[in-house]
């Protein structure tokens, strides 16, 4: 199984300063025959389901504030906030869809300072 | 817009089986395209994949917990359904259906979820 690390556990940004989430996966999720990296974000808010934010590691779903974004490939992805917001308070995964069974970081919680 | 619903009993006693609906609104099981998927979340804890059904009825359980997972659909009720044998506390969660689209495992419509307590 490929087992997916974040980092940091937490973090506290201050509004309207740049958040940035990283994500280690255990090996590489990038397919060589698409060239692309099955690599998801969500973003969780209390009582709320995840919701999808990315996806091939630096899509953004529709309807996704363009202050979010994703970045990376192979092993290394980061997700970044480029002007934090009061509604970005959230706790956020990744998750890889390289391989069966699909699996999630570990989360990172994001707080104002 | 797709909307997705879960349903079923709050609290499970152990040893017995956990049974949850997800009844899907404003698209077709049947057209096909996506997987519908189970996925839950211990208290305060990350999330893990238990599976998913295609239209079709094919089928992916998780390794970890296969011995003991059935999904299935119901298309003409537009549901798919999850049922886990011989619970324990362990499996005290809150179960999402979510749907991710064909060639990818990402969940792009998630239902609100529900609390699962298992205990006697």
């Known amino acids: 199984d490929i087992v997916m690390t974040q980092s940091p556990d937490s973090l506290a940004v201050s509004l309207g300063e740049r958040a940035t989430i990283n994500c280690k996966s255990s090996q590489s999720v990038l397919y060589s025959s698409n060239n692309k990296n099955f690599l998801a974000w969500y973003q969780q808010k209390p009582g709320q389901p995840p919701k999808l934010l990315i996806y091939?590691?630096?899509t953004r779903e529709s309807g996704v504030p363009d202050r979010f974004s994703g970045s990376g490939s192979g092993t290394d992805f980061t997700l970044t906030i480029s002007s934090l917001q009061a509604e970005d308070v959230a706790v956020y995964y990744c998750q890889q869809y390289y391989s069966t069974p699909p699996s999630f970081g570990q989360g990172t919680k994001l707080e104002i300072k | 817009q797709v909307q997705l619903q879960e349903s079923g009993p709050g609290l499970v006693k152990p040893s017995q089986t956990l049974s949850l609906t997800c009844t899907v609104s404003g698209g077709s099981i049947s057209s096909g395209g996506y997987y519908w998927s189970w996925i839950r979340q211990h208290p305060g804890k990350g999330l893990e994949w238990i599976g998913y059904?295609?239209?079709?009825?094919?089928?992916y359980y998780n390794p970890s917990l296969k011995s003991r997972v059935t999904i299935s659909v119901d298309t003409s009720k537009n549901q798919f359904s999850l049922k886990l044998s011989s619970v324990t506390a362990a499996d005290t969660a809150v179960y999402y259906c979510a749907r991710a689209p064909s060639g990818s495992y990402f969940g792009d419509y998630w239902g609100q979820g529900t609390l699962v307590t298992v205990s006697s």
């Open positions: 091939w590691a630096s």
């Open positions: 059904i295609y239209y079709s009825g094919s089928t």
